[in-house]
């Protein structure tokens, strides 16, 4: 398997417009998460996914921040309209539960975001 | 609620000396913990996880840990550090039961000297 794949890798933007970051987690996992990585506060998960349902977004800073997984294989983040503060590193990452003994997080490389 | 607390984010070590990361956790039920790598401009790479079977485990690049419940502590060791061990690296906790949601330290940057 290729692993997570994220698109694109780095995206600049100006304030106030639409951004959308894709994901495309490994095959046959049931979890999905996109998590945003800043110097100041580190990794925040920000919303997570069992089977393509959204399970908990309490970590999405604002309404300006939406996800969706409209199927298994493919997720998109976007955030409209983008701020300058929303410059970070923005992972993907998915697991596949396997009863209560096995379980990891996969993460992509990355999609690191500018907004000037 | 869980979380993890890691102390100190700047490490340093001699090429050859022990590596320690501490890692403490709070959880409310039996955790699954995890210690993650990450290379500058790269995501994050599992290197050890302690799933509730022997509380020593081993991971990759020499790397062990150790579950202690009593002190609700997972640190992070390796005998001998080598230069190309210098990364950042997070500690992490996920629930046994109900949510699986994998939550963060604030990371510790190792630096290994020549």
């Known amino acids: 398997d290729a692993g997570v794949i994220q698109s694109p890798r780095h995206e600049v933007t100006e304030m106030g417009q639409e951004v959308t970051l894709r994901c495309k987690p490994i095959?046959?996992?049931?979890?999905l998460f996109w998590y945003r990585q800043t110097m100041m506060r580190g990794l925040e998960l920000l919303i997570y996914f069992n089977n393509n349902v959204p399970i908990d977004d309490s970590g999405m800073p604002e309404d300006r921040f939406s996800a969706k997984m409209p199927n298994a294989s493919f997720s998109t983040l976007k955030i409209q309209p983008s701020e300058p503060r929303d410059s970070a590193v923005y992972f993907c990452?998915?697991?596949?539960?396997?009863?209560?003994?096995?379980?990891?997080?996969?993460f992509g490389q990355g999609t690191r975001l500018t907004v000037v | 609620a869980q979380s993890v607390t890691q102390l100190g984010s700047h490490v340093s070590v001699s090429e050859g000396a022990l590596v320690l990361l501490r890692c403490n956790y709070s959880?409310?039920?039996?955790?699954?913990l995890f210690w993650y790598v990450q290379y500058p401009n790269q995501g994050l790479q599992l290197l050890l996880k302690?799933?509730?079977?022997?509380?020593l485990v081993k991971g990759i690049n020499g790397f062990e840990a150790e579950f202690k419940k009593s002190e609700t502590s997972f640190h992070l060791t390796k005998p001998s550090a080598h230069m190309s061990d210098a990364a950042e690296y997070f500690c992490?906790?996920?629930?046994?039961?109900?949510?699986?949601?994998?939550?963060f330290g604030t990371g510790t940057r190792l630096k290994v000297l020549a």
């Open positions: 302690y799933t509730s079977a022997a509380t």
């Open positions: 095959s046959g996992h049931d979890y």
């Open positions: 992490a906790v996920t629930s046994t039961s109900g949510t699986y949601k994998y939550i």
């Open positions: 990452a998915s697991s596949l539960i396997l009863g209560f003994s096995d379980t990891e997080a996969f």
């Open positions: 959880s409310s039920v039996p955790p699954y």
